[in-house]
């Protein structure tokens, strides 16, 4: 098995075209030389990045807003645990598949297409990716629930409703939290690469300068990401200890 997946490995890069010598030959691109020295004052300028950055977290806020709000009902519709029929399980798991096949950037594209320019466009990009990212992970932590609870609900003649509400939810909302901080940390990155196709933000920072060969804008862009996202991560990694 490792030797046959081996050898298709070699032969698909033969195909893509595929040089080991690309590692090396790429740091003597005379390019690198437009990364440096970073302009500190243009990219700390609250006009030229610390607005579309501020854009970028308010985009990332807003999408995983309505995408985990939307998604609540949605992962309980999706779980045979919890499910009120075959019907509506089969139907909001085709649903669902379909929209995670689409890739956030193609959305980001059709929407921008559709109402134009801007943050508006990128937020309900992201919150279609991010619907589609917070169903599959809370719905398999519903399946994982203990069925118990439900059961004896059920057995006392409780609705369904009512009954996963009590019998379920309480158990696994932990869970939604946490992955609910999850999905706004993919937010953040992924909001940066949407700028890129015009859905506002950051990301369209760094392409205009990139199409104007600013790389050292460009570098200085990336660092400060980096530094917000790092944070951002930090600290909900911690948050996500705690409930979990």
Request: aromatic share 12%.
């Amino acid at each position: 098995m490792a030797g046959a997946l081996t050898a298709y490995t070699l032969f698909a890069g033969r195909k893509v075209g595929f040089d080991a010598s690309t590692f090396w030959n790429v740091w003597s691109n005379p390019l690198w030389e437009k990364f440096w020295p970073v302009p500190w004052d243009w990219v700390l300028d609250r006009h030229n990045v610390l607005d579309p950055l501020v854009e970028t977290l308010q985009i990332a806020v807003v999408s995983t807003l309505i995408g985990c709000t939307l998604a609540l009902p949605l992962a309980f519709a999706m779980s045979p645990l919890t499910s009120p029929n075959r019907v509506t399980l089969v139907v909001s798991r085709s649903v669902m598949n379909v929209v995670r096949a689409v890739p956030d950037l193609f959305w980001a594209k059709l929407l921008v297409t559709a109402v134009g320019v801007g943050a508006f466009a990128g937020s309900w990009a992201l919150s279609v990716f991010s619907l589609g990212v917070m169903v599959k992970l809370f719905s398999e932590t519903i399946d994982g629930a203990d069925p118990r609870p439900l059961e004896a609900a059920r057995a006392a003649g409780g609705r369904h409703g009512p009954v996963v509400r009590t019998g379920v939810l309480p158990t696994v909302l932990p869970e939604y939290v946490a992955y609910g901080l999850y999905v706004f940390e993919l937010n953040i990155r992924a909001s940066v690469v949407l700028g890129l196709v015009g859905a506002g933000g950051i990301g369209r920072v760094v392409e205009a300068q990139r199409q104007y060969f600013r790389f050292d804008r460009v570098l200085g862009v990336l660092v400060l990401i980096f530094i917000v996202v790092f944070v951002i991560e930090q600290i909900s990694v911690a948050i996500r200890r705690r409930l979990v």
